[in-house]
């Protein structure tokens, strides 16, 4: 085994869907540490004994800087980018952040993941850094002296990184989120950016010293894009599923269905998944709560209704056209 751990940082929300997620990279990969960095003190009795159950341990670390919410996203989502040097510290050469609405459904080719003789490795988000800044683009290029060439580069999306925490160390990668999250924050408030995502972006673009490893899409293989609806081979070859957009444990209502229908058909998995667990149900309620569980098989069984009854399929193909006309699909 790899000297690797894996983590994720944020609030006491994340408890329940984080438990997921490391079991279902332990459940294909080996029984790896997972750590997750929240402030314990906020955290309930339950909480505290399902992190213990599963094995996942909150480290002793300390915040130097104080963050605030960045749109709807709490501060300690930022707290992820401090983990790699406490990693370090407790001896471990790599790193792989996950977010929490993560599953994983294969073996991690963890020769292809790990960034040997890189900063990180992650999947190229297929966007611009550029597409950040458009909001108050003067402001981001009067304050950064963004160049052409640095506006135009891709950025890695964040939900998984794979980190060689010791070159993360060396580039001063910490240092540079909180200059750069000050810099912003004096002027602008941090609703402006998208949370960690966009900072780690800004960062990325203007850090030259040093390269980062792209690695396969199908180790982070993002479900809410619109041009998804049809890649049911590509999802199913895929090692990791990120549920961007609709988190999986919640139920489908009226404007996410007119939205993207088709996504019904990716949360069968992680629903399975979760069924399986011991503690919860697949949205992740407690099963010992006979009422929440009654009302949780309820509702899945209102999603298998709905994903082959005649309104998925009429939806389904008005959605096809409307989008194909449009040109997103």
Known sequence: MHNLAFYM???KNIVRSAIITFSSIRKYNGNYPCYIFLDREKLSDMDMKLLEKNNIIIPAF???????????????????????????????DFSIKLDNDILCKKKLDLEKILPFNDGWAGIDHGDRVDSYINKDREFYISEFMFSPEQLERNYTNVGMLSINNKSYIENNIWEKIIEYYDRIT??????????????????EC???????????????YMLHWLSRWDKQKEFDNASIVHYTGLKPWQRINKKWFRRHPYILKYRI???????????????????EDKKA?????????????????????IWGKIWQFKHKKRGNI
Do not use: C
């Open 269 to 287: 998995e992680w629903q399975e998944f979760v069924i399986n667990n011991k503690d919860f149900n697949w949205d992740l309620t407690l099963k």
């Open 186 to 203: 004096q002027k602008r408030s941090a609703d402006i950016f998208f949370a960690d995502q966009a900072l780690f972006s800004f960062v």
């Open 206 to 220: 203007t850090s030259d010293g040093f390269t980062w490893k792209k690695i396969g899409e199908e180790n982070n």
């Open 62 to 92: 300390s915040i130097e800087h104080n963050f605030s919410s960045s749109q709807k996203w709490p501060s300690e989502v930022f707290w992820n980018y401090k983990a790699p040097k406490i990693l370090y510290q407790m001896g471990y």
């Open 9 to 11: 940082a944020g609030d």
């Open 293 to 313: 569980k009654k009302k949780s098989q309820k509702n899945l069984r209102s999603e298998k209704i709905l994903l082959n009854s005649p309104i998925f399929k």
